[in-house]
């Protein structure tokens, strides 16, 4: 990692972005800043935030509305707010899933940009066209690809590592240690800048926004059988990474005929991911078909259910908000693989589907049965919270950590005490919700992060500040 981040002076959209737009942005001057000289510049903050994905950018915004300038905490902080992040490239969203469409609309999006005064503020300030005016043109009731949401999310992270009460630190908290005496967090960071460095942050408050990655489960095989290949969900997400995985462009002097001709593809799950990749198979296999190549895909789609699940708008909210399909994805499976569609759709020509329902050894049996006719597997069952940093107790013992859905806190998950001063919020922490007619989901997405954050970051800086 190279210990210099590049940070524009107007805290512009990322440069991918500014290529598309048209002449009329005036040019953009750079600055170079220093992130090891800026990780050792003050070793007390009032506040710390790990994680500069969509819900961590959100944090330090709103930290920065609600801890005023020159707040001190034993007499330090100064209202200064560190930052911590392995790349500060906007998260897992703008890293692996730009290629991916959005199941939240144009205009939640821009509803995110635009719901704090530091992001107001930045965006204001930014050249024109932008990334935040990039979501502007799209239809506002319409779900677009997630590019457009990454590149709002870089524009952000540019402006707010330019703050001047904001400190970046390129790197990855190994430890967090709680001082009662001082009622201060103390985290030992790896820092990147200075190849690896130990340097350390003390705060009274540190906010965890650490994100989650796709799950994988253990699955049922026997030693005679052959195993398919795993193949990464982020990959099967993406159609550009997809097809260089499952179709890669042949040797140099080689045919047609030399490609594998046929790839069966194990897809298990039957949420919004499951439905994306089974959305790009297919779109690869009419790609394929449309070329003549003699290599073709075939899908065995491994569900519970037949009946999938869709977000339903009713008078004024959403049941199904976070659980159910939207956007295309919702489209594809309604024409394509619902019910019985799927036995005279086009799809069904690529796909089977394998009934995994009955309980656990029709499962297994299932998979036993199926998989080993697969080339490669597919997982979409889910992501699970990235692990965090040991919390160390006085005593020297690891803490292990409950969750409040409600108030953003954890409490330790053996004596049931509140842990003072720790918080988390995003996709490993997200806030529960219970609809009205009583589904308990948790609420996942820019802007659901954000209004939960609205509501409980007042409330940690009371507590802590």
């Known amino acids: 990692m190279h210990p210099l981040l590049i940070i524009r002076r107007q805290g512009c959209s990322s440069s991918n972005t500014l290529g598309k737009f048209k002449a009329g942005a005036r040019a953009l001057q750079w600055k170079r800043v220093e992130l090891g000289a800026l990780s050792r510049r003050h070793h007390h903050v009032s506040a710390i935030v790990v994680g500069a994905g969509p819900a961590g950018i959100a944090v330090v915004g709103n930290l920065l509305e609600q801890i005023k300038p020159g707040t001190t905490h034993g007499g330090q902080g100064q209202g200064r707010i560190a930052w911590i992040d392995p790349s500060f490239s906007g998260g897992r969203i703008n890293r692996k899933y730009r290629e991916v469409p959005s199941n939240t609309t144009a205009g939640l999006f821009l509803e995110y940009s635009k719901a704090l005064d530091p992001f107001r503020q930045l965006c204001e300030a930014a050249p024109k066209p932008n990334a935040v005016t990039a979501v502007q043109d799209l239809p506002q009731d319409q779900t677009c690809s997630l590019h457009h949401a990454g590149d709002m999310l870089q524009l952000l992270t540019d402006g707010l590592v330019r703050h001047e009460r904001v400190e970046t630190c390129l790197g990855q908290v190994t430890g967090a240690k709680w001082d009662e005496a001082t009622s201060t967090w103390s985290l030992d960071i790896k820092d990147w800048a200075t190849k690896g460095a130990q340097v350390h942050r003390t705060a009274p408050l540190v906010v965890y926004c650490t994100g989650s990655s796709p799950t994988t489960i253990t699955l049922p095989a026997t030693s005679s ?19 260089r995985t ?84 919702a489209q594809f499976a309604r024409e394509q693989l619902d019910g019985d569609r799927l036995k005279s759709s086009e799809a069904g020509r690529v796909m089977q589907r394998v009934d995994c329902s009955g309980g656990q050894e029709k499962e297994r049996n299932a998979f036993l049965r199926e998989l080993p006719g697969c080339n490669y597997v597919v997982q979409a069952v889910g992501f699970t919270r990235d692990p965090l940093p040991p919390v160390i107790t006085p005593n020297g013992s690891q803490k292990e950590l409950e969750f409040d859905h409600e108030t953003g806190g954890f409490t330790d998950k053996k004596t049931g005490e509140v842990v003072k001063g720790l918080f988390g919020a995003g996709i490993a922490f997200p806030e529960r919700v219970v609809d009205r007619e009583g589904n308990v989901e948790y609420a996942v997405g820019f802007w659901k992060f954000m209004r939960f954050l609205k509501r409980v970051v007042p409330t940690w800086v009371k507590k802590t500040l």
Not at 295 to 314: G, S
């Open 225 to 243: 059988q052959p195993r398919p290949k795993p193949l990464d969900l982020d990959t099967a997400l993406k159609p550009s990474a997809l097809a």
């Open 246 to 329: 499952l179709s890669p462009p042949l040797p140099k002097g080689s045919s047609k005929k030399d490609a594998q001709s046929l790839l069966t593809v194990g897809v298990i799950g039957a949420s919004h991911s499951a439905i994306l990749v089974l959305m790009n198979l297919f779109a690869l296999q009419s790609k394929l078909a449309a070329a003549g190549a003699s290599q073709q895909l075939r899908v065995r789609w491994f569900t519970r259910t037949p009946a999938l699940k869709y977000a339903v708008h009713k008078d004024g909210w959403i049941m199904y908000d976070n659980t159910g399909l939207k956007g295309q994805a």
